[in-house]
């Protein structure tokens, strides 16, 4: 048995390898980031959409720089394409990686996040903006269509401008109560659900003749 964090994925290693998967939440660090900050710790003109990630291409974070927008722009992280962004971007805040409560507090502060992959099969970030109250914005791929519920705790749409227009007007509340159906006591117990004494799984994996 495997334990994977999506159902598209538990179907994809279920075809794959012709054996059944079992699908488990992810933690967010919900414990951690689910409690509520200042919006004022971010000085910026609102709205402000962030980007929490890897300055890469593989996470099409072109597509969040061209996205027109009314307020601010934020990219937390850092990588290879920062400097060419930075430079074709000015009006973008980069602010590179942060860790702990300075990351806590800059999430928490923005009104929407962006998250612009098409190719992530999971997507942490988007359950650690939820814990801060914070709505996603995203493509309506695998990823966000398993974190995201569209018009709870953000909104998908193939416009990534219109999804996070739209998600401005998600309550925080509800994205708080989904990610911390994320956090370490109900993975652990999920996880605890699926494990079986050895012998007995030996046991049901060995061919009848042998048994």
Not at 34 to 55: E, H, M, N, Q, T
Not at 77 to 89: N, T, V, Y
Not at 108 to 116: E, H, K, R, S, T
Request: one cysteine or more; glycine letters at 6%; hydrophobic letters at 45%.
């Amino acid at each position: 048995m495997k334990i994977v964090n999506s159902a598209p994925f538990r179907h994809f290693w279920g075809d794959l390898h012709a054996q059944s998967g079992e699908t488990i939440g992810t933690n967010p660090a919900a414990d951690y980031f689910a409690y509520a900050r200042d919006k004022a710790f971010l000085d910026l003109p609102r709205p402000i959409a962030a980007y929490v990630g890897r300055v890469a291409v593989e996470k099409n974070i072109s597509a969040f720089m061209r996205m027109r927008w009314m307020g601010s722009k934020l990219v937390i992280g850092d990588g290879p394409e920062r400097a060419k962004l930075k430079a074709a971007f000015p009006e973008v805040q980069f602010v590179g990686f942060l860790f702990d409560e300075s990351l806590a507090q800059s999430l928490a502060a923005a009104d929407v996040l962006v998250f612009p992959s098409r190719s992530d099969t999971f997507g942490l970030v988007m359950l650690e903006a939820m814990a801060c109250g914070v709505p996603v914005a995203a493509y309506p791929v695998t990823g966000p269509v398993d974190v995201v519920d569209d018009g709870i705790t953000g909104a998908l749409d193939e416009d990534l401008r219109s999804a996070a227009v739209r998600a401005l007007s998600i309550d925080p509340r509800a994205c708080r109560a989904r990610a911390l159906r994320s956090g370490w006591d109900l993975c652990t117990r999920e996880f605890e659900r699926n494990l079986v004494p050895c012998a007995a799984a030996a046991a049901r994996s060995m061919p009848t003749h042998l048994r």
